[in-house]
């Protein structure tokens, strides 16, 4: 069957379409992205603007259509940070659903947590063992470890390469104090986060997923281990650490000229970096995996499970 999974996240929506049934790994067919940024469309009282509200209707119109153009069998539509924390954000689900027919699901912090896990899990397989995931969205950034498909903890933190570029990043470049108040920020958050996973096994996998963490490896990584499809993206903090200082001395619309960093993640990939540096070092990681699975494949896999 045809499945499309439609992501409505902090920094883009996403429409991913693959070939599909039980027991099987999807096999991506088509994908459609409109860059929002719907951060930037935050108003004081945390509602999202009318243009941006405006922005998100044309953004699933255009991924509908491309939808009826693939001829696919069920879509599963879904929200995460962006559309859940803002204030306006039930009116807003309802206007999307009123004006596309699309109802969109929101998934709570725990759900995107558990479900990327569930992903990652699957690409690694039985053999990975316990696992600690890192993965980093435009608004938030989800933790979770185990040895299960899903995990045994999972939080999600507003850590998002997005949110945390626009509370601290204020500047393009952004400067050493902005930088430093930011790593201060998120190593706060991460400290009183750790003691919850502090009586979970030493991790066989430290495993990074979304499109923020394979861009950063893309720069600052390393691939070993095989050939083609099969190489592992390695990428180990001290790496991360060199080159976010470089990072960011150069400006936003000029850092699509190196490896790994597209137009879509330019203006917080310096956050996003900071960000997973932090995290590494808080939670003891030398180095990390990068999973090519993340939150739109678990949907599809948890749909696939269900049906079987």
């Known amino acids: 069957m045809r499945l499309g999974v439609l992501d409505v996240g902090s920094n883009t929506v996403h429409l991913l379409i693959v070939d599909a049934h039980p027991g099987a790994a999807p096999v991506p067919m088509a994908s459609h992205k409109s860059v929002l940024r719907l951060m930037r469309y935050l108003l004081p009282d945390g509602s999202i603007s ?8 044309e953004s699933v119109r255009s991924a509908t ?15 995460t940070s962006a559309l859940r924390e803002a204030t306006n954000g039930q009116q807003v689900l309802d206007l999307i659903a009123e004006e596309t027919g699309v109802d969109l699901h929101v998934l709570s912090g725990d759900d995107e947590a558990r479900l990327t896990f569930f992903a990652v899990r699957r690409w690694y397989g039985w053999s990975a063992a316990d696992t600690l995931l890192f993965d980093i969205g435009g ?14 903890v999972s939080m999600s933190l507003p850590l998002g390469a997005g949110r945390s570029t626009i509370a601290f990043l204020h500047d393009d470049p952004p400067t050493s104090a902005q930088m430093n108040a930011l790593r201060e920020h998120a190593r706060a958050v991460l400290e009183e986060a750790l003691p919850s996973f502090a009586d979970l096994p030493t991790p066989a996998h ?30 180990r903090r001290s ?22 960093i597209t137009a879509d993640r330019t ?23 990068v999973s090519p699975w ?15």
Not at 294 to 308: I, K
């Open 267 to 289: 203006f917080q990939i310096v956050a996003g970096g900071i960000v997973l540096a932090e995290a590494m070092a808080v939670f003891k990681v030398k180095e990390l995996e």
């Open 65 to 79: 259509v491309v939808a009826r153009q693939n001829n696919i069998d069920e879509l599963l539509p879904m929200a």
């Open 294 to 308: 993340a939150l739109r494949e678990g949907v599809l896999l948890r749909y696939l499970d269900r049906l079987g």
């Open 206 to 235: 430290v495993v990074g997923s979304s499109k923020t963490i394979r861009s950063l490896a893309r720069l600052a990584g390393s691939v070993v281990d095989g050939v083609g499809a099969l190489d592992r993206s390695l990428l």
């Open 139 to 152: 608004g938030s950034l989800e933790i979770a470890a185990g040895a299960d498909e899903f995990p045994a």
């Open 239 to 260: 790496q991360l650490e060199d080159w976010i200082p470089r990072l960011a001395r150069i400006p936003a619309d000029a850092r699509p000229a190196l490896p790994g």
């Open 50 to 57: 009318e243009e941006g509200v405006a922005a998100l209707l």
